[in-house]
């Protein structure tokens, strides 16, 4: 299938159904009755801009054709929290509601294509200057900024993805957020321009992940996978790992050479990394197999001032402006090798600390991943960093906590001055991202959120599973409230504080869980100390939640929280 422009609406061409097509992938015979089906309910809903976010692919996928098809905008937030939801719902005209409560949706899905045609208005056609997409990336303040995106820009950028990556004969495998610029271009709007089908289900995780290969291989289909560091690091050797793989896509944050090495011999295929940003859309790319130079992409001017780079593309909302990077780089025959970020400098007790130079001391260390360090400004800009460290070394209790803090502090002692050493200390398994895969200083700072309320635990990082499950990674700080007097010789979170956070937690994730009712089934079977690290699996109920809480000593708690539904008012 040859490649279509963006505004041509590719997904429209007559195409004969394949035998080869792996079941359960999006293809544009699959899109076409649930975009009708969303054309159908939008048209008698108010115009311009409409707030979509949706887990799945393929129902993404349609509902954002159906907002283009008539004449509307989506807004792309990245994520669905119940604070996002607030601050946007004044931006939009209004919200794309999750496909299983729209019982007006799924009916048309099951109806003759004609009677549906009948009652929906024809699909109006995309105009390279019309608002397709707004997007949000995190401001310097870590604040989310507007980031509108015309159809010409967009299509553009596919443009150069298509000249330079065909994907004829192939069939797309994302793991990352369609919510993104690069997760919408490389995981569902390429594939889309060509024709050829893409994963119409979740794919983060490697089991599934090697699933959705095999399934491209028994279609006689090369795959084609859509990542990000994160996912590209925690590949494990142990599965099996087709070997029809064209080529493998990461971006979003800086690619290990170690991991892209790594990558390239378990999947056998070659690993593209994209450098850009939501602003500025693809810059550049490289394999780092062949060389860690960055090769702009055709259409991208750039050059170096000051050491920072600036870049200049039909990508950008203002082509013929330059827009200025925050990254360092060097020049080099073939591109440019980039030196890191330019503004990850803080002044600490009236000295300029270099961050990186602190990150780079840790990471050198053994049994430690990475790191990130950032200034808390309600610590009056004293340095506090997260340390991801490999599973056996982080530290499970408090005397292997302040053993580990000490002597990491004295490794920087003999390399730094006194005021870089980081005061607050955090170590996980992983940095948290956000949904793009990027680490950003509101979710950084959330791990030192302790500091500032003495009645929450530490929170450590979260990873979402099916729709309405969270389990979250927590430990339990040594100045917590409720350890004082509980019990004078033998500290213990009480397990009515349990329950409590299991709610509190359950309502941030889940939104309005209703009015509490009743406990149900709760046990305690081990103790909380402080410093011990501990998960919670919360699980959302359609009369409540359960909750268990879990660390490498076993099962601490477990239960169910009932709550009644609030009546809706005339």
């Known amino acids: 299938m040859n490649y279509l422009a963006l505004t041509g609406s590719p997904w429209q061409r007559a195409v004969g159904e394949s035998n080869s097509q792996p079941t359960d992938w999006c293809s544009a015979q699959t899109l076409a009755p649930r975009i009708a089906a969303w054309r159908s309910w939008l048209s008698s809903q108010a115009g311009g801009r409409w707030l979509l976010f949706q887990t ?51 009916a048309p899905l099951s109806q003759d294509a004609t009677r549906q045609q009948h009652a929906t208005p024809a699909p109006l056609p995309l105009q390279a200057q019309r608002e397709a997409v707004v997007l949000y990336t995190s401001g310097s303040t870590g604040e989310p900024v507007m980031q509108p995106k015309r159809f010409q820009q967009l299509e553009d950028e596919l443009d150069q993805h298509a000249k330079l990556w065909p994907l004829e004969g192939c069939a797309v495998v994302s793991q990352v957020s369609h919510q993104h610029i690069y997760g919408l271009l490389a995981g569902i709007l390429h594939p889309l321009c060509h024709g050829v089908p ?30 990000s560091p994160a996912q590209l690091s925690r590949l494990p050797e142990h599965l099996h790992w087709p070997a029809i793989i064209r080529r493998v896509f990461s971006s979003g944050a800086p690619l290990s050479e170690a991991d892209a090495l790594r990558s390239e011999q ?22 780092q197999q062949q060389s860690a130079c960055w090769t702009a992409f055709p259409c991208v001017d ?46 600490v007790g009236g000295k300029r600390i270099s961050l990186t130079q602190i990150e780079n001391c840790l990471s050198l260390q053994e049994g430690i991943r ?43 002692d003999d390399e730094l001055d006194n005021v870089a050493i980081p005061r607050y200390w955090r170590f996980v398994e992983v940095l948290p991202v956000n949904s793009q895969g990027k680490h950003d200083n509101a979710l950084l700072s959330r791990c030192f959120a302790d500091l ?47 329950v409590q956070w299991a709610i509190e937690l359950a309502t941030e994730h ?39 809480y879990d660390s490498h000593h076993g099962r601490h708690a477990s239960g169910r929280v009932v709550f009644t539904q609030d009546a809706p008012h005339d």
């Open 370 to 412: 990475t790191a990130r360090c950032l200034p808390l400004a309600e610590r009056d800009g004293r340095l506090a960093i997260v340390v991801a460290m490999e599973p056996e070394s982080i530290p499970r209790d408090h005397e292997m906590r302040r053993g580990l803090v000490e002597r990491l502090r004295n490794i920087l």
């Open 510 to 548: 889940f939104g309005d869980i209703g009015t509490f009712c009743a406990i149900e089934r709760v046990k305690f079977q081990k103790i909380l100390r402080p410093g011990l690290r501990f998960s919670l699996h919360l699980e959302r109920r359609d009369d409540g939640i359960a909750f268990h």
């Open 56 to 106: 799945d692919p393929m129902e993404f996928t349609a509902a954002l054709l159906a907002l283009w098809e008539s004449g509307r905008s989506a807004v792309l937030p990245g994520d669905n929290k119940p604070a996002t939801l607030r601050r946007l719902g004044n931006m939009v005209d209004g919200i794309i509601p999750p496909y299983p409560a729209l019982a007006s949706v799924q």
């Open 302 to 347: 750039w050059r170096i001032e000051q050491g920072k780079l600036q870049v200049r593309s039909t990508f950008l909302e203002h082509p013929e402006h330059w827009w200025l990077q925050s990254d360092r780089a060097a020049p080099l025959d073939d591109g440019f090798h980039l030196l890191g970020r330019a503004d990850r400098v803080a002044k």
């Open 198 to 227: 893409f994963s119409a289900r979740d794919s983060r995780y490697p089991e599934t992940l090697a699933e959705r290969l095999m399934d491209a291989q028994k279609a006689r289909l090369a795959a084609v996978v859509v990542s």
């Open 452 to 498: 500032d309320d003495d009645r929450q635990p530490r929170w450590l990082g979260e990873v979402s599973g099916s729709a309405g499950i969270v389990v979250i990674h927590l430990e339990v700080p040594s100045r917590l409230r409720y350890l004082a007097g509980h019990f004078p010789r033998l500290p213990l979170v009480p397990g009515v504080v349990l």
């Open 266 to 287: 378990l999947l056998q295929a070659p690993v593209i990394e994209i450098y850009g940003s939501t602003e500025t859309g693809g810059v550049a790319w490289r394999r």
